[in-house]
């Protein structure tokens, strides 16, 4: 019996080896930036060492080699996109979106074109150099209009149905090869949502988080998070979006408005501890895949850093 089930598996065995040849896989990046344009810009309220087109910026100077090389020597259909939390601030700022997307999927298997197109050869007529430097530059229009505006940044109503297919790529089988996606969105957002429906769960407004630590010190309890399961008018309703299981949320540049001018803090606890016990508990009620909180960055290196382990890990 043994010999008859050693013979099976020498037999199994490179048929198997084939099988597991033809069953092959390719992950692909696409990264999505989605900005809170609300007054978090405004430098003169809430300074801050990094500006989001920095940040953009240097994400995009690491698409090549970095990230178009990461597990991968050929076919990259990556896309590096800006969406928009709130879509009618399109119109209201004239954006022209159609520079807001670097999307290599075009290429298809012409790898010569996208060689030539990352490396500015052969006389291309559009060049991954100019359409980062495209990007940007409309970017930082619409960017500075908002600093001095203020419009609010709705992301419940964005997480619930304004993250659809155009942001969750699906994966793709062409021919023997399946081309899956990581959807990786960066939210740049100070962590405080001051638009749309206040009071009723949908918003994390910085009365909202004072009257939290007035009632957790007044409670005794010593942990926030039993305290939030205990409370729940103070958690941020989940969201029932589907897409969110396939999507990795890292968030950026959350600003602590408790802590003063030198950085040190006011109150305890702090802003910062207080949203990440809500933001975490929202993201996980909401089913987010994967998720992240950050803390505004002390300059670019730092925060570019913080996405590049996120990709990676």
Request: charged letters at 25%.
């Amino acid at each position: 019996m043994k010999k008859l089930l050693v013979i099976g598996l020498l037999i199994l065995s490179p048929l198997l080896k084939v099988f597991a040849q033809k069953q092959k896989q390719i992950i692909h990046y696409n990264v999505v930036f989605a900005p809170d344009l609300s007054n978090r810009l405004n430098q003169k309220l809430y300074p801050k060492a990094v500006n989001d087109a920095e940040i953009i910026d240097g994400i995009l100077e690491k698409v090549w080699p970095d990230l178009l090389k990461l597990k991968r020597i050929d076919g990259q259909q990556d896309v590096y996109r800006v969406d928009f939390i709130n879509k009618g601030l399109i119109g209201l700022y004239k954006i022209n979106t159609n520079t807001l997307t670097i999307d290599f999927r075009r290429f298809g298997s012409r790898q010569i074109d996208r060689i030539n197109y990352i490396l500015s050869r052969n006389h291309v007529s559009r060049t991954f150099a100019e359409d980062r430097r495209t990007l940007i530059n409309e970017y930082r229009k619409f960017n500075t209009r908002a600093a001095i505006s203020n419009n609010g940044a709705d992301i419940w109503t964005y997480f619930q149905s304004g993250i659809d297919s155009r942001i969750v790529l699906p994966d793709a089988a062409i021919g023997k090869v399946t081309h899956k996606f990581r959807n990786i969105m960066i939210l740049l957002t100070d962590g405080y949502i001051e638009a749309g429906i206040y009071n009723k769960g949908y918003d994390l407004s910085a009365a909202k988080v004072a009257g939290f630590r007035t009632a957790f010190l007044k409670s005794k309890e010593s942990s926030m998070e039993v305290f939030l399961n205990m409370n729940p008018k103070f958690k941020i309703n989940p969201t029932t979006n589907p897409f969110l299981k396939d999507l990795d949320v890292i968030v950026l540049e959350m600003y602590d408005r408790s802590l003063s001018k030198t950085g040190a803090a006011t109150k305890h606890p702090t802003d910062m501890e207080i949203m990440n016990v809500i933001w975490t508990d929202w993201f996980k009620s909401s089913g987010v895949k994967r998720f992240e909180l950050k803390s505004t960055a002390s300059n670019t290196t730092e925060a570019v850093q913080y996405i590049m382990d996120f990709i990676k890990r």
